[in-house]
């Protein structure tokens, strides 16, 4: 049951990074505020796997299932960079 909800989470990652790159390339003040977006995700994502131990305690998740859905956070922006750079 588990593995389904983190299958439609993942999912829904995809399509939420695809739709920002498909509205990327509608506009250039798009693009540069999904620019902004993405930067600052990226800055988040940076910081969760340096602060990862004491973000699991706040959390209350094991550091592994953590570092799990960060993995898939990644995958989810390569995604959608991909369907960026194909439209």
Known sequence: MRAMYLANYF??????????GWVASLHPMAFR???CLLA????AWGLSWL???SLSK???ISV???QALLISGLAML???????LCT
């Open 40 to 43: 600052a995700i990226g800055c």
């Open 51 to 53: 602060l990862d131990f």
């Open 58 to 60: 706040l959390l209350k």
């Open 78 to 84: 390569l995604i959608g960079l991909g369907v960026f």
């Open 11 to 20: 999912v829904a990652g995809c399509i939420a990074f695809s739709l920002l």
């Open 64 to 66: 592994a299932d953590l």
């Open 33 to 35: 505020a999904v620019l």
